[in-house]
C-alpha cells in the first residue's frame, strides 16, 4: 500500500481509453467501505461522462479546461442529512458555520482519498479539484442546497507520468 501512496500522482493529461462500469464501481466500492464517524456515510458519487457536463464542470473549476477532457469526473458529494436530521430547509455553502458539515466533508474526503488510492493500484490516474463555489457546481448536476460538493475527480488512464512533488523530511513532521 505504501507504494501505491507514494507513486500517486495528480494526473492532468490522459489517454482516450475510456472507463468501463465494471471499474468505476470498484472504485465506489472502496469510498463505500471507508470509515466515518459515527458510522454516518455520508458521501455520495456522481459519475460524469457526458462531454458537455465535463466541459461545464471544469469552466466551474476556475476555467481548468483539462478537468473536462478526462473520460470521467466523479463529483463526490456530502450529504449533511445524515448528520442534521431536523433542519428541512437546511443550505450550506462555504461559509456555513455548522459543526456537522465540517464533519460530513471530513469524512467525505476519507473515502474521496480511498477511491484516488484504488485508482492508482487499478493503473488510473486522478486529480482532486476543489476550487469552485458551490453555487457554481449544484447546478450543473441538479445538486440540492443541503449537499455540499467536496470534490471533483477527473480520472482517465494516464497520458502523462507527473514528477514526484518535494515532500518534508519525516523528521519534519
Not at 72 to 101: H, M, T
Not at 148 to 158: E, F, H, I, Q, R
Amino acid at each position: 500500500m505504501l507504494e501505491a501512496i507514494k507513486t500517486r500522482r495528480s494526473v492532468r493529461q490522459y489517454s482516450e481509453r475510456e472507463v468501463d462500469d465494471k471499474t468505476l464501481l470498484q472504485l465506489i466500492e472502496s469510498a463505500r467501505i471507508a470509515p466515518s464517524g459515527h458510522n454516518t456515510q455520508p458521501w455520495r458519487f456522481i459519475i460524469v461522462r457526458s462531454p458537455g457536463t465535463k466541459k461545464a464542470l471544469a469552466e466551474a473549476n476556475h476555467k481548468q479546461t483539462w478537468v473536462g477532457r478526462a473520460p470521467v469526473i466523479i463529483v463526490c458529494v456530502a450529504d449533511l442529512s445524515c448528520r442534521l436530521k431536523d433542519e428541512p430547509a437546511l443550505s450550506v455553502d462555504e461559509n456555513s458555520p455548522q459543526f456537522a458539515l465540517k464533519q460530513a466533508i471530513r469524512d467525505t474526503a476519507i473515502a474521496v482519498e480511498h477511491l484516488v488510492l484504488e485508482a492508482e493500484n487499478m493503473g488510473l490516474g486522478a486529480c482532486w479539484c476543489a476550487w469552485f463555489l458551490q453555487k457554481d457546481v449544484r447546478p450543473l448536476l441538479e445538486i440540492p442546497e443541503d449537499k455540499y460538493v467536496v470534490a471533483m475527480l477527473p480520472l482517465g488512464y494516464p497520458a502523462e507520468s507527473p514528477d514526484e512533488r518535494p515532500r518534508m523530511k519525516l523528521e519534519e513532521i
